[in-house]
């Protein structure tokens, strides 16, 4: 009888894990809510405002109050 019941708890639990498992596949990239998903699992976010650059990004530096970040660019 109690290997019924911990068969029975252990077949509950397994369950309960696959039922909860959600059926949207996440994709490396950006994120639908803000964010990136990278190739390890772990999620980023920008913790300021992101601005896209161009095509070659040749170098940059954080300005000595930490507010900006100026970027050498050297593409079209």
Same mark, same amino acid.
């Given at each position: 009888m109690k290997r019924f019941a911990i068969a029975a708890i252990l077949v #509950? =639990? =397994?369950a309960t894990v696959i039922?909860?498992?959600s059926n949207q596949?996440?994709?490396v990239g950006p994120l639908p809510g803000g964010g990136f998903?990278? @190739?390890s699992g772990w999620k980023i976010r920008a913790a300021g405002r992101q601005v896209? @650059?161009?095509t070659f990004q040749m170098s940059a530096v954080m300005s000595r109050d930490g507010r900006f970040l100026l970027v #050498?660019?050297?593409g079209y």
């Open positions: #509950l =639990a =397994a039922i909860s498992k596949k996440e994709t998903l990278l @190739v896209p @650059v161009d #050498l660019n050297g």
